[in-house]
């Protein structure tokens, strides 16, 4: 089946970018997904990219797609504490109508 | 913006007892919810597609008579956890899809279900 990866952890200063990388195989991705999960919540939609597009940039964050490679990344510019969570990238296959969520990468940000 | 609640937030159950789980879509209409299972430190995992009125679609290894799924009206769907174990500990989550836009689900907060 489909397959989502993800990073597992990822440890930044307060102030610095934050990187995190996700990779997929579907070919048939529709859209691709950015949820946020702080402990003991459920999710929280942080931004999506329709599979055509190249980069997509909200405030702070910026998404940006390789189609070819398959490659899906989230720029988080100046993070903050608050930013500590859970980032699960989650891709919504054209083909079976489902999302497929990656394991989830743990952002640690220290002050 | 759209919001889906679930209730109960968290339930403590003995096993062998039946647990019911409500997933509600507040200010928009979703034909389809669907309901996923973490485990501590783990992904989210899909157990179930629930379309209002029609049967559940069940992803392979979940059991449907142990998790029943009804999907009554356009904004309300509800898992029963039947004959709970400790192993069915653990935190279901439950989307739903907003008819008017079908390009985004939108997450409920999420029950805790600890069986003794």
């Known amino acids: 089946g489909e397959d989502v990866e993800q990073s597992l952890f990822l440890s930044v200063r307060e102030g610095d970018s934050s990187v995190i990388n996700c990779t997929y195989t579907?070919?048939?991705?529709?859209?691709l997904y950015w949820y946020k999960q702080e402990p003991g919540a459920g999710l929280q939609l942080l931004t999506y990219?329709?599979?055509?597009?190249d980069m997509k940039q909200d405030q702070r964050l910026t998404v940006l797609l390789n189609k070819k490679d398959k490659h899906l990344s989230l720029r988080i510019a100046d993070t903050q504490t608050g930013d500590s969570a859970i980032y699960f990238c989650?891709?919504?296959?054209?083909?079976?109508?489902?999302?497929?969520f990656g394991q989830g990468t743990t952002l640690q940000v220290k002050p | 913006g759209a919001v889906v609640s679930q209730h109960p937030s968290w339930v403590i159950c003995k096993s062998g007892t039946s647990v019911k789980i409500e997933c509600r879509s507040l200010?928009?209409?979703?034909?389809?919810m669907f309901w996923y299972r973490q485990f501590p430190k783990q992904s989210l995992m899909l157990m179930a597609t629930?379309?209002?009125?029609?049967?559940?679609?069940?992803e392979q290894g979940v059991e449907k008579d142990k998790f029943l799924i009804n999907h009554a009206s356009l904004t309300l769907s509800t898992l029963t956890v039947t004959s709970a174990h400790p192993e069915d500990s653990s935190f279901y989550i439950c989307?739903?899809?907003?008819?008017?836009?079908?390009?985004?689900?939108?997450f409920g907060p999420g029950t805790r279900l600890t069986v003794l």
């Open positions: 989650a891709d919504w296959s054209g083909n079976t109508g489902k999302l497929i």
């Open positions: 200010d928009f209409q979703a034909t389809t």
């Open positions: 629930s379309n209002e009125g029609s049967k559940a679609t069940y």
């Open positions: 989307s739903a899809r907003d008819d008017s836009s079908v390009d985004e689900q939108f």
């Open positions: 579907d070919s048939s991705s529709t859209y």
């Open positions: 990219i329709f599979s055509n597009m």
